[in-house]
């Protein structure tokens, strides 16, 4: 794991509506907590690669949820737990909050077969990183990610943060992005990796449309965020909230 170098600061504040100075601030405060990056480091060494697939601005996220001080955040993809553990430190610092994750575990298929920067060692379960203090706040879900992010939809009264971080179609993304929508109120923020390099996806730019925003990209990566500035119609009508 290589520690993240020059952290896009205006990408923060754009997200989070807040001053330069705060995302700075914020953005310092991640980069200083060794205890973490350590802890992840020695768990990827111990399994044999030094880097397993993962969101390139794990500092960039946890600034995002220091600042947004998030009640529920939907995180979709998990792999070791990197953007997991930095989310879910966020929310220690803030005090409050759950992190929700979504993860359909990947193994290499044969012995001996090169293993795909998101497979997971032998012997081990999506989100093996995570430190076991951050654990408390975190509720892990495995499976496909069509049936468990619309059942979090139906649980959850809000949505505060969601980051989608697996490959997509445009076809899925537009069916969760719909299901999440009503629970994202304004200041919710979505943020959703392309891949390097990659362009915005039609989805996030239809999503931000509607929800009066525009998806802006963090510097040198394909990844996008936006901020909502309205608020959709309401709750689905018989919708469940069982947890506030």
Not at 6 to 27: I, K, S, Y
Not at 93 to 98: L, P, S, T, V
Not at 144 to 168: I, N
Not at 221 to 243: D, E, K, V
């Amino acid at each position: 794991m290589e520690a993240e170098r020059d952290p896009d600061a205006a990408w923060v504040a754009t997200l989070t509506d807040r001053p330069r100075a705060a995302a700075e601030a914020a953005l310092a405060e991640a980069a200083a907590d060794r205890r973490l990056f350590g802890h992840i480091a020695r768990q990827h060494r111990s399994a044999g690669r030094r880097g397993y697939i993962e969101i390139d601005a794990p500092l960039e996220l946890h600034a995002i949820a220091r600042l947004l001080r998030p009640r529920h955040v939907i995180e979709v993809g998990v792999s070791s737990g990197v953007s997991s553990a930095y989310l879910l430190a966020a929310l220690a610092r803030n005090g409050a909050g759950e992190l929700h994750s979504v993860d359909l575990p990947s193994h290499p298929r044969r012995p001996g077969d090169p293993d795909p920067s998101w497979a997971l060692p032998p012997g081990r379960s999506s989100g093996w990183a995570v430190p076991p203090r951050l654990l408390p706040a975190w509720d892990l879900r495995l499976g496909d990610k069509a049936d468990v992010v619309p059942r979090l939809a139906r649980e959850l009264r809000q949505v505060d943060l969601v980051v989608y971080d697996v490959p997509h179609n445009e076809a899925d993304l537009v069916r969760e992005f719909t299901a999440l929508d009503p629970r994202m109120p304004a200041g919710g923020v979505a943020i959703v990796d392309h891949g390097p390099n990659g362009e915005l996806c039609a989805a996030l730019r239809g999503w931000a449309r509607r929800r009066s925003s525009t998806a802006t990209g963090r510097r040198g990566l394909g990844l996008y965020g936006m901020r909502a500035a309205s608020r959709p119609g309401g709750p689905r009508p018989g919708a469940p909230r069982s947890r506030a």
